[in-house]
């Protein structure tokens, strides 16, 4: 079986768009959003965005109760804020990762180079934009 280390990330210009833009309208609070996409078995793309019902942004967090979630497996991931700018998952991240990637994007939330990609175990996963 091919782990998420070994598959091709892709992601669309128009999520890493709406990302850098969500975390930047949201400043300095915590942004989150649901990652919509495909998987298969070479690789796993993300093309879509939401925001998760009842989601709360908070200085240092952001959350939403997963029970609200509709049964939705196109569903990969979730996408929040670092307004400290650190580009790497604190312990909680890690501890609440829900689906197959996590995206973080740290404060200035410029360009992709503000965005960095990791799997549950907090592995730095490579991308390309689509």
Do not use: C
């Not at 939403?64 to 996408?79: K, N, Q, R, T």
């Not at 503000?114 to 689509?130: H, P, Q, T």
């Amino acid at each position: 079986m091919i782990s998420d280390l070994d598959k091709v990330i892709l992601i669309e210009r128009a999520v890493i768009e709406s990302v850098l833009s969500y975390a930047q309208m949201l400043h300095p609070r915590e942004a989150i959003l649901l990652l919509k996409g495909k998987v298969d078995k070479q690789r796993i793309l993300v093309n879509d965005t939401w925001i998760p019902p009842l989601a709360t942004h908070g200085n240092t967090f952001s959350t939403f109760p997963l029970h609200m979630l509709p049964m939705d497996f196109s569903i990969i991931g979730v996408a929040h804020s670092h307004p400290s700018g650190a580009l790497r998952p604190s312990v909680t991240d890690l501890n609440k990762f829900y689906g197959r990637v996590m995206v973080i994007v740290a404060y200035p939330y410029r360009s992709e180079k503000n965005i960095a990609i990791f799997d549950r175990e907090g592995n730095r996963l490579k991308y390309e934009i689509v």
